[in-house]
Protein backbone atom coordinates (compact mmCIF):
# COMPACT_ATOMS: atom_id res chain seq x y z
CA UNK A 1 0.00 0.00 0.00
CA UNK A 2 2.91 2.42 1.18
CA UNK A 3 4.90 1.01 -1.74
CA UNK A 4 2.04 2.24 -4.45
CA UNK A 5 2.22 5.75 -3.82
CA UNK A 6 5.91 6.04 -3.77
CA UNK A 7 6.18 5.67 -7.50
CA UNK A 8 9.13 8.48 -7.86
CA UNK A 9 10.83 8.13 -4.39
CA UNK A 10 13.84 8.56 -3.58
CA UNK A 11 16.46 4.75 -4.45
CA UNK A 12 18.19 3.37 -1.89
CA UNK A 13 21.07 1.08 -2.28
CA UNK A 14 22.40 -1.20 -0.08
CA UNK A 15 24.94 -4.09 0.26
CA UNK A 16 24.83 -6.95 2.88
CA UNK A 17 28.63 -7.04 3.47
CA UNK A 18 27.99 -10.55 5.12
CA UNK A 19 27.69 -12.37 1.80
CA UNK A 20 28.08 -9.72 -0.41
CA UNK A 21 24.28 -9.38 -1.46
CA UNK A 22 23.19 -6.12 -2.67
CA UNK A 23 19.67 -4.60 -3.11
CA UNK A 24 18.21 -1.48 -4.78
CA UNK A 25 14.80 -0.28 -4.09
CA UNK A 26 12.39 3.01 -4.07
CA UNK A 27 11.64 4.45 -0.27
CA UNK A 28 10.05 7.36 0.41
CA UNK A 29 11.40 10.66 1.45
CA UNK A 30 8.89 10.40 4.95
CA UNK A 31 10.41 6.72 5.89
CA UNK A 32 12.69 7.10 8.63
CA UNK A 33 16.24 5.40 8.28
CA UNK A 34 14.90 2.67 10.96
CA UNK A 35 12.19 1.70 8.17
CA UNK A 36 14.07 1.48 5.04
CA UNK A 37 16.50 -0.64 7.58
CA UNK A 38 13.59 -2.80 7.76
CA UNK A 39 12.79 -3.06 4.07
CA UNK A 40 16.54 -3.82 3.35
CA UNK A 41 16.24 -6.91 4.76
CA UNK A 42 12.97 -7.82 2.95
CA UNK A 43 14.81 -6.78 -0.27
CA UNK A 44 18.02 -8.98 0.33
CA UNK A 45 15.42 -11.68 1.57
CA UNK A 46 17.79 -11.36 4.83
CA UNK A 47 16.70 -11.52 8.64
CA UNK A 48 18.46 -8.65 11.09
CA UNK A 49 20.54 -10.17 13.55
CA UNK A 50 21.76 -8.46 17.05
CA UNK A 51 24.92 -7.36 15.48
CA UNK A 52 24.03 -6.17 12.62
CA UNK A 53 25.12 -2.16 12.41
CA UNK A 54 24.10 0.25 9.20
CA UNK A 55 26.50 2.21 7.79
CA UNK A 56 26.62 4.57 4.69
CA UNK A 57 28.95 2.93 2.05
CA UNK A 58 31.86 5.73 2.94
CA UNK A 59 31.88 3.53 6.30
CA UNK A 60 30.07 6.37 8.44
CA UNK A 61 27.94 4.76 10.90
CA UNK A 62 24.15 5.74 10.77
CA UNK A 63 23.28 4.32 14.12
CA UNK A 64 22.60 7.98 15.76
CA UNK A 65 20.17 8.16 12.64
CA UNK A 66 17.65 5.51 12.61
CA UNK A 67 15.25 8.01 13.83
CA UNK A 68 15.66 10.73 10.70
CA UNK A 69 13.86 10.84 7.77
CA UNK A 70 15.71 10.19 4.12
CA UNK A 71 14.40 13.94 3.46
CA UNK A 72 16.29 14.93 6.83
CA UNK A 73 19.24 13.06 5.89
CA UNK A 74 19.00 14.56 2.34
CA UNK A 75 18.71 18.44 4.44
CA UNK A 76 21.25 17.62 6.77
CA UNK A 77 23.74 16.20 3.95
CA UNK A 78 23.87 12.62 5.45
CA UNK A 79 24.60 9.42 3.53
CA UNK A 80 23.00 11.53 0.68
CA UNK A 81 23.62 9.37 -1.90
CA UNK A 82 21.67 6.53 0.40
CA UNK A 83 24.30 4.18 -0.40
CA UNK A 84 23.94 2.04 2.74
CA UNK A 85 25.77 -1.11 3.78
CA UNK A 86 24.68 -3.26 6.30
CA UNK A 87 28.01 -5.01 8.24
CA UNK A 88 28.06 -7.35 11.48
CA UNK A 89 30.33 -6.42 14.20
CA UNK A 90 33.02 -9.22 15.09
CA UNK A 91 34.38 -10.41 17.92
CA UNK A 92 38.16 -10.00 18.68
CA UNK A 93 40.35 -7.92 20.95
CA UNK A 94 36.99 -6.88 23.25
CA UNK A 95 36.39 -10.55 24.02
CA UNK A 96 37.08 -12.30 27.37
CA UNK A 97 40.09 -15.09 26.74
CA UNK A 98 38.25 -18.88 28.01
CA UNK B 1 28.47 -23.80 11.73
CA UNK B 2 30.73 -22.45 14.25
CA UNK B 3 29.75 -22.96 17.78
CA UNK B 4 31.21 -21.54 21.59
CA UNK B 5 34.18 -24.32 22.30
CA UNK B 6 34.37 -26.34 19.47
CA UNK B 7 37.39 -27.18 17.58
CA UNK B 8 36.92 -26.44 13.64
CA UNK B 9 37.66 -29.12 11.52
CA UNK B 10 38.76 -29.04 8.03
CA UNK B 11 36.23 -29.94 5.20
CA UNK B 12 36.95 -32.15 1.82
CA UNK B 13 38.70 -30.08 -0.81
CA UNK B 14 36.33 -30.70 -3.03
CA UNK B 15 33.77 -28.68 -0.52
CA UNK B 16 35.58 -25.95 0.16
CA UNK B 17 36.64 -25.31 -3.49
CA UNK B 18 32.98 -25.42 -4.42
CA UNK B 19 31.90 -22.73 -2.06
CA UNK B 20 35.14 -20.74 -2.64
CA UNK B 21 33.76 -20.85 -6.51
CA UNK B 22 30.35 -19.71 -5.76
CA UNK B 23 31.95 -16.50 -2.85
CA UNK B 24 34.17 -15.39 -5.44
CA UNK B 25 32.34 -14.01 -7.85
CA UNK B 26 29.82 -12.11 -5.51
CA UNK B 27 32.71 -10.56 -3.71
CA UNK B 28 34.55 -9.68 -6.74
CA UNK B 29 31.46 -7.83 -7.73
CA UNK B 30 31.96 -8.61 -11.11
CA UNK B 31 35.89 -8.00 -11.59
CA UNK B 32 38.18 -10.52 -12.34
CA UNK B 33 41.23 -11.57 -10.26
CA UNK B 34 43.27 -10.07 -12.47
CA UNK B 35 41.31 -6.78 -12.78
CA UNK B 36 41.01 -7.07 -8.84
CA UNK B 37 44.86 -7.42 -8.42
CA UNK B 38 44.42 -10.82 -6.40
CA UNK B 39 46.03 -13.91 -7.18
CA UNK B 40 44.96 -17.47 -6.48
CA UNK B 41 48.29 -19.80 -6.36
CA UNK B 42 46.79 -22.41 -5.65
CA UNK B 43 42.43 -23.71 -5.54
CA UNK B 44 42.58 -23.12 -1.83
CA UNK B 45 44.43 -20.13 -1.62
CA UNK B 46 43.93 -16.49 -2.45
CA UNK B 47 46.47 -13.53 -2.12
CA UNK B 48 45.04 -10.05 -1.98
CA UNK B 49 47.01 -6.93 -1.70
CA UNK B 50 45.65 -4.08 1.25
CA UNK B 51 46.85 -0.77 2.49
CA UNK B 52 46.80 0.57 5.24
CA UNK B 53 46.35 3.98 5.66
CA UNK B 54 47.98 6.44 8.67
CA UNK B 55 45.74 9.75 8.44
CA UNK B 56 47.66 11.89 6.32
CA UNK B 57 50.04 10.09 5.56
CA UNK B 58 51.05 7.21 2.27
CA UNK B 59 49.73 3.88 2.16
CA UNK B 60 51.61 1.26 3.41
CA UNK B 61 51.08 -1.64 1.34
CA UNK B 62 50.12 -5.44 2.86
CA UNK B 63 49.95 -8.49 1.19
CA UNK B 64 47.06 -11.08 2.80
CA UNK B 65 46.51 -14.84 1.99
CA UNK B 66 43.23 -16.44 2.84
CA UNK B 67 43.27 -20.35 2.82
CA UNK B 68 39.93 -22.16 2.48
CA UNK B 69 40.69 -25.29 4.37
CA UNK B 70 38.09 -25.34 7.08
CA UNK B 71 36.05 -23.76 4.52
CA UNK B 72 32.82 -22.14 4.25
CA UNK B 73 31.79 -24.35 7.70
CA UNK B 74 34.32 -22.36 9.54
CA UNK B 75 35.62 -18.91 8.03
CA UNK B 76 39.08 -18.14 5.92
CA UNK B 77 42.46 -18.58 7.37
CA UNK B 78 43.88 -14.89 7.27
CA UNK B 79 47.15 -14.27 7.52
CA UNK B 80 49.04 -11.44 6.74
CA UNK B 81 52.35 -12.20 4.42
CA UNK B 82 56.09 -11.15 3.30
CA UNK B 83 55.33 -10.55 -0.01
CA UNK B 84 58.42 -11.70 -1.80
CA UNK B 85 58.02 -15.40 0.21
CA UNK B 86 53.75 -15.26 0.52
CA UNK B 87 54.42 -16.91 3.85
CA UNK B 88 54.96 -15.65 7.63
CA UNK B 89 57.49 -16.23 9.73
CA UNK B 90 58.47 -14.62 13.34
CA UNK B 91 60.35 -12.44 13.61
CA UNK B 92 61.64 -11.86 10.71
CA UNK B 93 58.14 -10.73 9.12
CA UNK B 94 57.02 -8.87 11.37
CA UNK B 95 57.00 -5.59 9.47
CA UNK B 96 54.48 -7.07 7.06
CA UNK B 97 51.66 -7.43 9.73
CA UNK B 98 49.77 -3.67 10.32
CA UNK B 99 49.12 -2.84 13.60
CA UNK B 100 45.25 -2.51 13.86
CA UNK B 101 44.00 -0.85 17.33
CA UNK B 102 41.40 1.09 19.24
CA UNK B 103 38.27 -1.26 18.16
CA UNK B 104 37.10 -4.53 20.27
CA UNK B 105 36.13 -5.57 16.78
CA UNK B 106 39.74 -6.41 15.49
CA UNK B 107 43.12 -6.61 16.81
CA UNK B 108 47.02 -8.12 14.68
CA UNK B 109 49.34 -10.35 17.24
CA UNK B 110 52.57 -11.32 15.40
CA UNK B 111 53.10 -13.92 17.82
CA UNK B 112 50.25 -14.44 19.95
CA UNK B 113 50.75 -16.58 22.79
CA UNK B 114 53.78 -17.88 21.09
CA UNK B 115 52.00 -19.38 18.34
CA UNK B 116 52.53 -17.08 15.10
CA UNK B 117 50.26 -14.63 13.70
CA UNK B 118 46.83 -13.69 15.07
CA UNK B 119 44.45 -11.61 13.75
CA UNK B 120 42.56 -11.61 16.34
CA UNK B 121 38.72 -11.03 14.95
CA UNK B 122 35.90 -13.72 14.70
CA UNK B 123 35.61 -13.85 10.88
CA UNK B 124 39.40 -15.72 10.66
CA UNK B 125 39.86 -19.31 11.38
CA UNK B 126 42.78 -18.67 14.17
CA UNK B 127 40.20 -17.10 16.18
CA UNK B 128 38.57 -19.80 16.90
CA UNK B 129 41.75 -22.08 16.65
CA UNK B 130 43.29 -20.39 19.26
CA UNK B 131 40.03 -21.27 21.29
CA UNK B 132 39.51 -17.25 21.88
CA UNK B 133 36.47 -16.01 23.72
CA UNK B 134 33.27 -14.90 21.42
CA UNK B 135 29.92 -14.01 22.33
CA UNK B 136 27.39 -16.08 20.48
CA UNK B 137 26.17 -12.97 18.20
CA UNK B 138 29.90 -12.71 16.81
CA UNK B 139 30.17 -16.13 15.56
CA UNK B 140 31.32 -17.62 12.22
CA UNK B 141 27.32 -18.20 10.23
CA UNK B 142 27.68 -20.26 6.99
CA UNK B 143 24.95 -19.62 6.24
CA UNK B 144 24.56 -16.16 6.15
CA UNK B 145 28.64 -15.47 5.93
CA UNK B 146 31.13 -16.04 3.50
CA UNK B 147 34.55 -14.46 2.72
CA UNK B 148 33.55 -11.18 1.94
CA UNK B 149 33.17 -10.02 5.42
CA UNK B 150 36.03 -11.09 6.41
CA UNK B 151 37.67 -9.10 4.19
CA UNK B 152 35.80 -6.40 4.68
CA UNK B 153 36.47 -6.61 8.74
CA UNK B 154 40.51 -6.60 8.04
CA UNK B 155 39.69 -3.61 5.28
CA UNK B 156 37.85 -1.65 8.14
CA UNK B 157 40.65 -1.93 10.40
CA UNK B 158 43.37 -0.90 7.91
CA UNK B 159 41.25 2.30 7.55
CA UNK B 160 42.70 5.72 9.34
CA UNK B 161 40.22 5.39 12.45
CA UNK B 162 42.37 2.38 13.26
CA UNK B 163 45.06 1.59 11.09
CA UNK B 164 48.69 2.75 13.25
CA UNK B 165 51.25 1.39 11.09
CA UNK B 166 53.69 -1.04 10.85
CA UNK B 167 54.52 -3.94 13.66
CA UNK B 168 57.93 -3.97 14.34
Known amino acids: MKREDQGGGPVVEVVYLKSSDDAKFHAGWDDTLAEVWDQAYDELGEVRHPADVLECQDGVSLMPHLNLTLAQLRDQHICQNRKLQIRGETGGAGSVEI | ?168
Open chain 2, 1 to 168: MATIGADPVPVAPAVAKAALEAHLSKVLRGQSLEEAGWVRPDLLTLLIPLAGQLPGGEPDDFLLRFHFGYYPEWPPSAQFVNPETRRYTFPEDVSWVPKIEGTPEIQTHTNYNSGGQLICCSLTLEFYLVRHGVEEKHLWDSKTMNFGATLYAIRRGLGPQFYKGRHR
